[in-house]
């Protein structure tokens, strides 16, 4: 598809998704939502509100909320579990592996505040390695939203899912890319902008940055294929080989390390079954910095200038 973007407006991800578990809460009567002490923030509160035997919150303890989590999948729930990424999926790892993933339980982990863009917090809070801690799970289902209705639309498909699945937001407002209503699907990357020169492919807070880049390399007469890769385990195979074949260089964008991330996903197939040109974008193996989010992500080269310079790269290396 290619659509017409007005990126000006901008929303939380983390409000769309308190408000789609508030729906849900009536649909599925066995729904049980936890959160670790952080529940205004992770915006789960809206469903504390609505249905407050349903909700608990175990307090700055990720470890007892994964186990929880796991306990109440056993019993035949639909578990929610949420808090800053950087506890859930760091301190929580063990849990998350052993307890649910192990015995593929029935647990949706989505956690908030991922990635350097969580800004003046610091590097204690910008986790940047949590995809390639989820990524080395067996059986974990990995999905990235990248606005306000993609969420939406994310968490409603997931909830209808068995098994368990890691979902990360960011702090930060993103713009709206998707209309109200789009069709999702969960196992198809979504084409934003068709090109045939270079794929871009990006996913949740920097996907408005590829499409950014993709316009610009446009005016420039370079034509640049945008692609919401929103789904990075199980990555789509297929159609990165198609891209690859079709286009002919790739450029990943992500508010991760490059390492273990989407850039590495993508990196491990062309490798096994197409090898392209391909330039990653994402934090090279350093930690973050305090500061305000723009100012990190051109510190750090994640900006719209950063990927049109390494699709550039990538086409002279065709």
């Not at 998704?17 to 789960?44: H, I, N, R, W």
């Amino acid at each position: 598809m290619n659509m017409e973007f007005d990126l000006s407006k901008k929303r939380h991800m983390r409000s769309a998704y308190g408000q789609t578990l508030a729906e849900l809460g009536g649909e599925f009567p066995d729904m049980v939502v936890l959160d670790a002490d952080l529940s205004c923030s992770t915006k789960t509160v809206k469903f504390s509100e609505k249905y407050p035997d349903r909700f608990f919150n175990v307090g700055c303890q990720e470890q007892n909320l994964m186990g929880m989590a796991a306990g109440f999948a056993v019993e035949g729930r639909l578990v929610f579990a949420s808090c800053f990424a950087m506890f859930g999926a760091g301190r929580g790892w063990e849990q998350i592996r052993n307890s649910i993933a192990h015995d593929a339980l029935n647990v949706k982990i989505v956690l908030t505040h991922a990635g350097l863009t969580v800004g003046p917090d610091g590097a204690s809070h910008q986790i940047i390695e949590d995809l390639s801690l989820m990524r080395a799970i067996p059986g974990m289902r990995i999905m990235i939203p990248a606005d306000f209705e993609e969420t939406r639309e994310m968490i409603r498909a997931v909830a209808l899912m068995e098994g368990p699945l890691y979902m990360r937001l960011c702090r930060e407002k993103t713009p709206d890319i998707y209309e109200e209503g789009f069709e999702f699907d969960l196992s198809t990357p979504n084409t934003l902008i068709e090109g045939d020169d270079v794929t871009i492919y990006s996913n949740g807070f920097m996907l408005a940055n590829a499409i950014k880049a993709g316009l610009e390399l446009k005016e420039n007469g370079i034509s640049a294929r945008v692609v919401d890769m929103h789904t990075i385990k199980p990555l789509d195979n297929k159609a990165v080989v198609r891209d690859a074949k079709e286009t002919g260089a790739i450029v990943t964008a992500e508010d991760h390390s490059i390492l273990g991330g989407l850039g590495s996903a993508v990196a491990e197939v062309l490798s096994e079954q197409h090898p392209t040109p391909l330039k990653r974008i994402g934090v090279k193996d350093q930690f973050g910095i305090s500061g305000p989010a723009p100012e990190l992500l051109e510190a750090y080269e994640l900006t719209s200038r950063h990927i049109v310079k390494a699709a550039e790269n990538a086409l002279t290396m065709k």
